[in-house]
């Protein structure tokens, strides 16, 4: 029997995403009087009317009881246009990823490219579908008998039918196209399954320079080892520039995302401030910086490069526009999504509300990129070339910045689509679908 015994917990088990557990934050909300729905709301409403960084505009003619769900209500509380973040989610899928590195699902993120077809973009490494030998550039036709178009269309609470809820083993059948022209069928079940969130690292020599090349999934609490031990193999290397892909990197823990930065800017910055936390009107008094760590191996570079989209975000921007306030970093691909903000969840009846409540600025004082931070060479990701590929867009672009001192235009590269559109499937820790 399931306990009803409503309880919230600030930062539980959890320190915040875009956001630090150091000089505060989360104000001490009373917990709903049930975790009936209309008492969960009530808490989501006085959360939002609190420490939510846009409190004074939360429309407060949406009551508690118009809504049948807390999700639905967090969703329709979000200040527009600057808030497309907030959320609630199952409190277990959260913990799971962020806590322990687990993630449910099948394990793709998919692109609609240039052709007008879908594709997978991103194969978790040991989820289900890998296991199946799915790769990136596969093509993906249809899901259970439903054409990929039409499965797109269907709402949020059919497609949830179909593939299952969180933590549900569902087995759906997807039908797939190889490079080579060939298609097959494919039965592929849901589960559980560690995430490694440093998908690729390598060094190229390239025009009489080490390249380090590291591609960076996510930060959450194990990326630190992942970290650690490949800026003790890049150290080894002695390597003289760096390119950090992010470009599937929706963004975590600020305190990992502060390793990360301290490793590639070295120990000259220690005690330089990393990001400051600016909190509400209300809570000013919270504000706080968080400064460069000193940490072994750490690479002093004079400049990085950063492999960007759109689902470049949060913590991952947070990268390069706090790098930014001492050393050059180039983007390179497109926009990314603009989330100067950062969340401390707060748990109540085993659910989690991150409700943005810091605007991240750097050294400077200098945030603000609601419109995403904008590429320095533009180019478009081509799901057709390895990821670490020299010959893959991105990569190709940053190199021959290196190479030349300046951007390839876009026009003249023959090897990128003209078009490129992320499909938001969300994962089950995002409180979407299980992708």
Same mark, same amino acid.
């Given at each position: 029997m399931q306990?009803?015994?409503?309880?919230?917990t600030a930062?539980?088990?959890?320190?915040p995403?875009g956001g630090?557990?150091?000089?505060?934050?989360?104000?001490?909300?009373?917990?709903?009087?049930?975790?009936?729905?209309?008492?969960?709301n009530?808490?989501v409403?006085?959360?939002m009317?609190? !420490?939510?960084?846009?409190?004074d505009?939360?429309?407060?003619?949406?009551?508690p009881?118009? !809504?049948s769900?807390?999700?639905? !209500?967090?969703?329709?509380?979000?200040?527009q246009?600057?808030?497309?973040?907030?959320y609630?989610?199952?409190e277990?899928?959260?913990n799971?990823?962020?806590?322990?590195?687990q993630?449910?699902?099948?394990g793709?993120n998919?692109?609609?490219?240039?052709?007008?077809?879908?594709y997978?973009?991103l194969?978790?490494?040991?989820?289900?579908?890998?296991?199946?030998?799915?790769?990136?550039?596969?093509?993906?036709?249809?899901?259970?008998?439903w054409?990929?178009?039409d499965?797109i269309?269907?709402?949020?609470?059919?497609?949830?039918?179909?593939?299952?809820s969180?933590?549900?083993?569902?087995?759906?059948?997807?039908g797939?196209?190889?490079?080579?022209?060939?298609?097959?069928q494919?039965?592929v079940?849901? %589960?559980?399954?560690?995430?490694?969130?440093?998908?690729?690292?390598?060094?190229?020599?390239?025009?009489?320079?080490?390249?380090?090349y590291?591609?960076?999934?996510?930060?959450?609490?194990?990326?630190?080892s992942?970290?650690?031990s490949?800026?003790?193999w890049?150290?080894?290397?002695?390597?003289?520039e760096m390119?950090?892909?992010?470009?599937?990197?929706?963004?975590g823990?600020?305190?990992?995302?502060?390793e990360l %930065?301290?490793y590639l800017?070295?120990?000259?910055?220690?005690?330089?401030?990393?990001?400051?936390?600016?909190?509400?009107d209300?809570?000013?008094?919270?504000?706080?910086?968080?400064?460069?760590?000193?940490?072994?191996?750490?690479?002093g570079?004079?400049r990085v490069f950063?492999?960007?989209?759109?689902?470049? #975000?949060s913590?991952s921007e947070?990268?390069?526009?706090?790098l930014? %306030?001492?050393?050059?970093?180039?983007?390179v691909?497109?926009?990314? #999504?603009?989330?100067?903000?950062?969340?401390s969840?707060?748990?109540? #009846?085993?659910?989690?509300?991150?409700?943005?409540?810091?605007?991240?600025?750097?050294?400077?004082?200098?945030?603000?990129y609601?419109?995403?931070?904008?590429?320095?060479?533009?180019a478009v990701e081509?799901?057709?070339?390895?990821l670490g590929?020299?010959?893959?867009?991105?990569f190709?672009?940053?190199l021959?910045?290196?190479t030349?001192?300046?951007?390839?235009?876009?026009?003249s590269?023959s090897s %990128?689509?003209?078009?490129?559109?992320?499909?938001?499937l969300?994962k089950?820790?995002?409180?979407?679908n299980?992708?």
């Open positions: 306990d009803n015994t409503a309880n919230t930062n539980a088990n959890n320190s995403l630090s557990t150091i000089g505060g934050s989360n104000t001490s909300q009373n917990a709903p009087q049930s975790c009936s729905v209309e008492d969960v009530e808490w409403r006085q959360s009317l609190d !420490y939510y960084l846009f409190y505009r939360v429309d407060t003619n949406l009551q009881t118009q !809504y769900t807390s999700e639905s !209500y967090v969703k329709a509380l979000r200040v246009p600057e808030d497309v973040f907030s609630m989610v199952d277990v899928a959260y799971s990823f962020f806590n322990e590195g993630s449910f699902g099948f793709w998919i692109t609609r490219e240039s052709d007008n077809l879908v997978f973009s194969i978790d490494a040991g989820s289900p579908l890998d296991q199946q030998g799915v790769m990136r550039g596969d093509q993906l036709i249809s899901i259970n008998q054409s990929i178009d499965f269309a269907l709402d949020s609470e059919q497609q949830t039918a179909i593939l299952g969180s933590g549900e083993a569902t087995t759906i059948e997807l797939i196209g190889k490079p080579l022209g060939t298609t097959e494919v039965f079940t849901s %589960a559980s399954y560690p995430l490694q969130t440093v998908l690729d690292r390598q060094v190229i020599e390239h025009t009489g320079l080490r390249i380090g590291l591609s960076l999934y996510a930060f959450i609490s194990t990326t630190s992942e970290l650690d490949a800026f003790a890049f150290a080894s290397q002695n390597v003289d390119v950090l892909d992010l470009r599937f990197n929706g963004g823990r600020v305190s990992v995302a502060n %930065a301290s800017i070295g120990d000259d910055h220690t005690d330089e401030v990393f990001t400051t936390f600016a909190y509400n209300k809570y000013r008094n919270n504000n706080v910086s968080l400064n460069f760590q000193d940490l072994d191996n750490a690479l570079l004079n950063v492999l960007q989209t759109e689902q470049t #975000c913590a947070l990268i390069v526009n706090s930014r %306030a001492f050393i050059p970093v180039i983007t691909g497109t926009s990314s #999504c603009g989330k100067p903000y950062g969340t969840p707060n748990s109540a #009846c085993q659910k989690v509300l991150n409700a943005l409540q810091i605007e991240l600025l750097n050294a400077n004082n200098s945030g603000g609601y419109n995403g931070i904008a590429a320095d060479c533009p081509n799901v057709h070339y390895a590929s020299v010959s893959e867009p991105l190709s672009t940053a021959d910045y290196i030349n001192g300046s951007c390839v235009s876009l026009a590269r %990128a689509p003209q078009n490129h559109e992320v499909l938001s969300k089950a820790w995002q409180g979407g299980h992708f």
